[in-house]
């Protein structure tokens, strides 16, 4: 901090770009590639799949992931959509009627469960999803404003703070939302003041300094900025000696305080202000203050949140779950091909046996002939059978996929399948144990809505 104070403002922001980029990108390499995994397209080791492809062989992929990833899915929205706020001794019955009904109306207005669904889907995929809070007028002739709150589409274009250690990184100082644009939609977006040349060339700058942002020379990459600053204010406390009604306001305020207020106690504090702007690299754009506002508001949808060897990371329910899978499709595509061998194993033959029906046994293994002709006085032709007992492989599909629940903790029952659990008692019991074992994911969606 001591080497910002020494720095512009933009310098400052120049820095923790690229600070927080580089600090990101490794984690967000790895998200790409367990989202890869999870839509099925890199089950399969390259080497392995190309060899197993040019031998004949099948390379089958049953991905069972995604249903389990859409089952939690599923039960974080619906638990998250039933909270409701409740009276204690700091909030009155009245109190929480007026909170529940603007949760309803923010929810409402803001499609919040198609929101959440996507935030909740990244958290369990690999491990964080986000969320933002923000405001806008209800419509273009209107002077109200109305909060909403909304997912970001695209998890890896927000770079958080990376010195945060809040839980939801409350603490953060800064964060930034990036954003590809043309030198039109640039030009749209921060108005012909912008300095178009020095922008693209910082933006070429960070693509090579940071490999996973590679584009064209004619785009530019915008960020949205926001930071939290800290400006020291007098905090005052005004009192009507009249009614005893008491106002506690800072100096910028104090033209709202009526005469019969009285001055009965002062400090000086260091009040947080939130700044949101656009950035490009060189200058600020449409910089305005979030009034009211004490932590950046974005908020990260966390999955298993850890600290490896200094650093934080972050895990969903993919990476635990993929030798798993790997190991089902390795079993179904073995299981496959030892059933098409059986069916076509070779025959043994006195090349004088076959002699003009050399064709013929050459599509044996292909073609369901009635009979099949030899010359008289040879010995028949024998199949070389090799008969493997296929039941050892489903076994091991079994194990697999039962592997594969056991990590999502997400049990036949709770899909809607037949399960051992028969008495209403037996069912609810399993869903309690599967419950508290996917909590993890439920957790920081209560935490944020909250």
């Not at 989202?35 to 049953?62: A, E, H, S, Y």
């Not at 098409?340 to 064709?359: F, H, T």
């Not at 037949?418 to 008495?423: A, F, G, K, L, V």
Request: some cysteine; glycine content about 6%; overall charge negative.
């Amino acid at each position: 901090m001591s080497e910002e104070k020494k720095q512009t403002p933009e310098e400052i922001a120049n820095n923790r770009y690229t600070i927080a980029s580089k600090y990101w990108q490794a984690f967000y390499t790895n998200a790409q590639e367990e989202l890869g995994f999870l839509q099925g397209d890199r089950q399969w080791n390259d080497q392995i799949k190309m060899m197993r492809v040019q031998n004949g062989q099948p390379v089958m992929t049953l991905n069972r992931i995604g249903t389990y990833i859409r089952n939690l899915n599923t039960r974080n929205r619906e638990s998250v959509l039933k909270l409701k706020a409740s009276a204690d001794t700091s909030i009155t019955d009245a109190q929480v009627d007026i909170v529940n009904a603007i949760l309803n109306k923010v929810s409402a207005d803001s499609n919040l469960d198609t929101h959440l669904d996507s935030s909740s889907y990244y958290q369990i995929a690999n491990g964080i999803g986000y969320l933002r809070v923000g405001a806008d007028y209800q419509h273009m002739y209107a002077f109200d404003q109305d909060v909403y709150v909304e997912s970001i589409a695209d998890p890896s274009t927000v770079y958080f703070d990376p010195s945060a250690r809040g839980f939801l990184f409350e603490d953060a100082n800064y964060c930034f939302v990036i954003t590809k644009m043309t030198k039109d939609e640039y030009r749209s977006s921060v108005g012909r003041g912008g300095k178009i040349d020095e922008a693209l060339k910082f933006s070429n700058r960070l693509s090579k300094a940071i490999s996973p942002l590679t584009q064209s020379q004619d785009t530019i990459i915008v960020a949205e900025y926001y930071r939290k600053e800290y400006k020291s204010t007098k905090l005052l406390k005004y009192a009507n000696p009249a009614t005893g009604e008491v106002k506690v306001i800072d100096e910028s305020e104090i033209d709202s305080i009526p005469a019969e207020f009285l001055l009965v106690n002062e400090k000086q504090i260091d009040k947080c202000v939130i700044t949101h702007s656009l950035f490009d690299g060189v200058e600020f754009h449409n910089t305005t203050e979030l009034v009211g506002l004490t932590r950046i508001p974005v908020i990260p949808v966390v999955g298993e949140d850890v600290w490896l060897n200094g650093k934080r990371e972050f895990f969903g329910a993919v990476k635990h779950a993929m030798d798993a899978q790997r190991m089902l499709n390795y079993t179904i595509s073995l299981s496959l091909e030892v059933a098409d061998l059986q069916a076509k194993s070779p025959w043994i033959v006195d090349d004088s046996a076959i002699n003009g029906y050399e064709d013929i046994y050459r599509n044996a293994n292909a073609v369901n002939y009635a009979y099949l002709p030899y010359r008289k006085g040879s010995n028949p032709p024998q199949r070389n059978s090799v008969n493997t007992d296929i039941t050892a492989l489903m076994s091991l599909k079994s194990e697999s996929g039962n592997d594969i629940q056991q990590i999502f903790g997400v049990f036949d029952s709770q899909l809607g399948d037949q399960s051992d659990e028969q008495s209403g008692v037996a069912i609810n019991a399993r869903n309690d144990a599967a419950s508290k074992s996917t909590y993890v994911y439920k957790d920081p969606l209560y935490r944020d809505w909250e």
